[in-house]
């Protein structure tokens, strides 16, 4: 893509982040949540989303479906626009942070080159990747889209952990191991590790 040359950017001024953290009361960050499709990424989200909120902190949830249903919509899953839809979620997620906003992603990001592009952009002090760590035969017992389903049958190309690799996240920071867990224990492991992470 070629870069722009005739752009002014504004950033410095713009009212900074620091005054919207305060004006929030709370420590904006990208929390990063990776894991097969069906692993519990989205309904990890949604719930975290809802104790935050009771807690006064502000959030927005990024996923996959949202993003790829809007500004992404022209983008498919080879390797290149896998990529590219990182790449533009976490210039959003950016924007999201300089305005002291929390934003709760859920994207399969499956590889580390992936995932290292995406902290790359948002900064690693503000990055926290969250291993939603899920066996792939438990996400296809789910099967919560059918997408497992399709994918077997061949109707699905390049699907993540059937014909498309996933590596798993050696330094993730926080790690939920939905097995054996309820939702809600599951969204009690990242509530706690964020908690002093996001209180201002
Ligand atoms: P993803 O966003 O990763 O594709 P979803 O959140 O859409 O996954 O689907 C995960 C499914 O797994 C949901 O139907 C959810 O209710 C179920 N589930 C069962 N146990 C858990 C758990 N401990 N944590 C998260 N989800 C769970």
Not at 33 to 61: D, H, N, P, W, Y
Request: net charge positive.
């Amino acid at each position: 893509m070629k870069k722009q040359e005739n752009i002014f950017p504004i950033f410095d001024k713009i009212a900074g982040r620091t005054e919207k953290e305060q004006f929030l009361n709370q420590k904006s960050k990208v929390i990063w949540m990776t894991g097969l499709s069906g692993s519990g990424k989205t309904t990890i989200a949604i719930a975290l989303e809802k104790e935050l909120l009771k807690r006064g902190f502000f959030s927005q949830v990024l996923d996959g479906d949202n993003v790829r249903a809007g500004i992404n919509n022209n983008l498919g899953f080879s390797e290149e626009d896998r990529l590219e839809n990182i790449r533009r979620i976490a210039e959003v997620s950016k924007l999201f942070l300089n305005c002291g906003i929390i934003t709760i992603n859920c994207f399969v990001s499956p590889t580390n080159a992936i995932r290292n592009t995406a902290k790359e952009i948002i900064g690693a002090s503000d990055f926290i990747e969250v291993f939603i760590d899920t066996p792939i035969e438990i996400c296809e017992q789910r099967d919560v889209k059918g997408l497992y389903k399709k994918a077997r049958a061949g109707k699905i190309k390049d699907f993540t952990g059937i014909n498309a690799p996933f590596e798993a996240p050696t330094h993730a920071d926080i790690v939920v191991v939905t097995k054996n867990k309820t939702v809600e224990e599951s969204v009690t492991v990242v509530l706690n590790a964020i908690l002093p992470l996001i209180t201002y």
